[in-house]
């Protein structure tokens, strides 16, 4: 590989930890001032329970690449605030599925609102064009980084974990 390769690929590298680091920074600044009680983590089961619907906890864990027992905590934690319920499974009368509750519908709606009015204001100089082309950069990039780090085939034409909700 040619130095310049390589200044390229560090450079590149900078500004993904950079963007991971200021994530970071953002939620645990914005957990300061407006907490649900909802974990990063749980908030991600939520997504997921709202997009797929209901589901087995061992399926949710897959789907999150997350063991069952973390999981199984977040999930107490979510239905305890009243945002996932347990369900009989409909398959398996010993086991339950967990779903996404009203409550928890209208928590993503509502930070999702917030999250969009963010962007549209951090946004508004850019052109559709170059917010297009950012978002599929972006998504070329986490498929090929979640097939290349994480040995998981994605699925063509698509992303592996489908749109954030």
Partial sequence: MREAELTEYDLLNAEVFRLARLTE??????????????????????????????????????????????????????????????????????????????????????KRRKRNQAYTEMLADWSADDRSRLHALLERFNNDFEGFFLDMPVPAGGRAGGPAV
């Fill in 25 to 110: 920074r953002v939620h645990a600044r914005r957990v300061s001032r407006e907490t649900d009680g909802v974990e990063r983590a749980a908030y991600m089961l939520l997504v997921t329970l709202v997009r797929e619907g209901p589901r087995r906890l061992s399926v949710l864990a897959d789907e999150v690449h997350s063991d069952a027992s973390t999981v199984s905590r977040q999930v107490a934690q979510l239905v305890k605030l009243g945002l996932v319920e347990r369900l009989p499974d409909p398959t398996d009368g010993r086991a339950s599925t967990l779903a996404a509750t009203e409550a928890g519908r209208q928590n993503l709606e509502c």
